[in-house]
């Protein structure tokens, strides 16, 4: 079973850069097409069940993308692609996008780094629970204890306060003087604060303690013992669960495959969005950690940009400098701190779809060797979760990226064929802005 | 709020909100361990956005599933291998 659909601007990731991007270049006049995994558009921040849940602002964009004629198509996971078209399994076969500009608006997930006890039952991500309640899950009177890093902690925290869980409290891992620091610079970017301030009040109640991490999690009578530090003392808590992180790593899964340059982590791009490969744009998370309101410029930009109307999108390229501001900001106050890639044991598991211990591990192999040797990456989630863990405790390489990078159905596999199997994109060949 | 549907879980009947996924369903309930990974830990959900496979179970036969991208339907047979 197989199926094709022609666009202009084919756009991978309906989350706010993915929205924007879409809204830009339908609205230019162009036939787009906006693809999601999930069953409908809003990605991770504005995951929602009834609009009614969300903000003016992801409102009015969820009705403009409405309105614009791109063709929303939810539930079409990406699994294969090339500078010029998508393979995507799309209800239950395979769907064949050609285009003839693609926009990776892609997000990101979270980072955890192991510690003793972290794959128990109810140890959760911090944006993990955020997304289940926001999906429905009911924890009225849980403890829960929120520790992780970053401007994320605040809204987690506030959805679970309003939710009717029992917020014990939320531990940011980054030090006192550099929290203090960042929150003294936030008047460059007043909507920010205010935002903050509104987030705090949902859950005065709990403490906000700073300079606090988990040292490890183990199964209570009652629900989970937890152990935190600050470096002064230890102590435990009990709750139901623990809701930890240590930031976001950037999707880039499809750029890498696509042979984009990234710079460290992150995607690179010139200032029209455009990656190292003709055509082929990113923006949002891929692209750095900043944010859904620089999600929206920076979708933007990509989308008037593949459009063909780069003029229109240099308009947008001060507000994009602003917020890029802003995750510099965040990147220097909440970067993990060196106990945090510590605190794995020998027994503590490293990846999770093979429970490969640390133990297991040697110093100095690149992800590859990790995993023809111990089968680390391996699983379901195909090294996803393990991969920057792998490349945080020790400076592994990461490993190439390789089709279908999600786990396939046969018969949509069987619908791309092998003309679906990208053809690999000489590095340096120089980005042509494409106008 | 819609009306709720009927789903079964390990052979028993629970109603449930009809607009929430499938691991907000389960750990309402309290069933926090939706699979046992390859040697045996007891597992449950982690990222909640399809990325982690830790909230995998059986749906009308069919496993590997990932709770939550999985919406709740009227009459859904849901193993967890607690």
């Known amino acids: ?137 009911d924890l009225t009177g849980k403890r829960v204890i929120v520790a992780g890093t970053g401007p994320l902690l605040l809204p987690v925290a506030a959805t679970l306060a309003r939710s009717g ?60 013992r937890v152990t935190l530090s600050n470096d002064r003392r230890e102590w435990s808590v009990a709750c139901d669960f623990l809701c930890t992180g240590a930031g ?39 692209t750095g950690n900043s944010g859904a309101d620089a999600a929206l410029v920076e979708g933007t930009i990509a989308g008037l940009t593949a459009a063909g109307a780069a003029v229109r999108a240099e308009r947008h390229f001060p507000a994009r400098d602003r917020h890029r501001a802003f995750a510099r900001a965040v990147g220097t106050a909440f970067a993990p701190r060196p106990e945090l890639f510590r605190l794995a044991d020998a027994e503590t598991i490293v990846c999770r779809c093979e429970d490969i211990p640390l133990g297991a591990l040697r110093a100095g192999w690149s992800a590859r060797e990790a995993k023809l040797a111990t089968r680390i990456g391996m699983g379901p989630c195909q090294g996803r979760v393990c991969g920057p863990i792998l490349e945080a405790l020790f400076g592994a390489a990461p490993d190439t990226v390789r089709i279908p990078v999600w786990p396939t159905a046969v018969g949509a596999l069987a619908g791309a064929g092998s003309d679906s199997i990208p053809e690999s994109v000489p590095s340096g060949i120089p980005a042509e802005p494409w106008l | ?71 709740v339907r009227d009459g859904m047979e849901v193993r967890t291998d607690e």
């Open chain 1, 165 to 224: 869980a029992r917020l014990a409290m939320v531990a940011e891992q980054a030090p006192f003087n550099r929290v203090a620091a960042f929150a003294a610079g936030l008047w460059r970017w007043p909507g920010r604060l205010l935002q903050a301030a509104a987030y705090r009040r949902a859950f005065f109640r709990a403490r906000y303690l700073t300079g606090t991490w988990v040292t490890h999690a183990a199964a209570g009578d009652h629900g989970l």
């Open chain 2, 1 to 71: 709020m819609a009306a709720p549907v009927e789903i079964r879980i390990n052979g028993v009947s629970h109603r449930v909100p009809a607009d929430v996924s499938l691991a907000a369903a389960l750990l309402s309930m309290g069933f926090g361990v939706m699979h046992r990974s390859v040697s045996g830990m007891p597992r449950g959900p982690v990222c909640g956005m399809g990325i982690c496979f830790e909230c995998q179970v059986i749906v009308d036969g069919d496993p590997h599933r990932r709770a939550c991208l999985e919406r």
């Open chain 1, 1 to 137: 079973m197989s199926d094709r659909l022609d666009a202009d601007v084919a756009i991978v990731g309906a989350g706010p850069a993915g929205i924007a991007a879409a809204v830009a270049a339908a609205e230019s006049g162009r036939r787009v097409a906006l693809l999601d995994a999930a069953p409908g558009p809003g990605g991770q921040i504005w995951r929602h069940r009834s609009v009614d849940e969300l903000s003016r602002t992801a409102r009015r964009w969820l009705g403009r993308l409405d309105a614009s004629g791109a063709r929303m198509l939810p539930g079409a996971s990406v699994f294969s692609l090339s500078p010029k078209h998508l393979d995507a399994e799309f209800e239950g076969a395979h769907l064949r996008i050609d285009a003839k500009a693609l926009i990776l608006a892609t997000g990101a997930m979270e980072r955890w780094l192991p510690f003793p006890g972290w794959t128990l039952p109810g140890v959760v991500g911090v944006g993990g629970i955020q997304a289940l309640i926001k999906s429905g899950a």
């Open chain 1, 248 to 286: 976001l790593v950037p999707s880039t899964e499809l750029a890498r495959l696509l042979g984009c340059e990234l710079d460290g982590r992150v995607v690179r791009v010139d200032r029209y969005q455009q990656t190292s490969v003709p055509r082929v744009f990113a923006a949002g998370e891929p």
